[in-house]
């Protein structure tokens, strides 16, 4: 059994190695007209590679059908040539002479028959490897397909992220806000108790000037006032 060969050959802008018992340069030969094809057809159409092939894979089935109905239709007729020349041959001496002129357009037909199988067997040998070209485009397809599948889910967790992360950011910049409101409060109220402690400071420097009473009935500070006044200071100290 003879080692099948490796050829290398480039369909539609993509190569292949195809192995087989044929001469190289038949598959070759092959490969180029399926390129052709497909290029032609790829002109004609804008859908994707596989499609093509299948599309370019049928018209070539269609086209060995057609030869096949004609090389069937050649066969009937030579077989019609082959009674017909038998009966000539039966006949007279002018029979025999027809029967020679028929002889040779049923060689000439062989020919041709021989012709026609020789053409119908490369359309088969380039129908298999259409086939197998159209296989392998499906292959990568499919490959392409699940890798893209997978660059969307990735997209798809990225933006899921950064929503998540910008919620996170508008909820901390929301805490801040708060924070700095607070911190504005809280700067109002220490401005509001220190205003208080000078007012208290002031009046409990005044008190402790001021006699504890006066036999004319001035105004004197209470032991409750000034409890009273102590308390407001420890506050706002603390």
Sequence with gaps: MSEKKAVTVTIYKNEYTLKGDADSQHIIDLAKYVDGRMTEMGQKSSAPADKIAILVSMN??????????KNEENLKLIENLEKTLDEFKNSSDNAVKNAAALNEQADQIRIQLSQEKERNQA??????KADGVAEAMKKQVA???????????????????????????????????DAENQCNQLKKSLESLEMELAAAREALAIAAKAPASTANGTAMISDDRFHFLIKKIETVLE
Excluded: V, Y
């Design 60 to 69: 070539i089935a269609d086209e060995l059908q057609r030869q096949e109905k």
């Design 143 to 177: 490959a392409l397909t699940a890798e893209l599948d997978q660059i969307k889910a990735g997209f798809n967790s990225t933006q899921t992220t950064t929503h998540e992360l910008q919620s996170a950011l508008e909820e901390q910049r929301k805490k801040t806000q």
């Design 123 to 128: 359309a088969m040998d380039m129908k298999i």
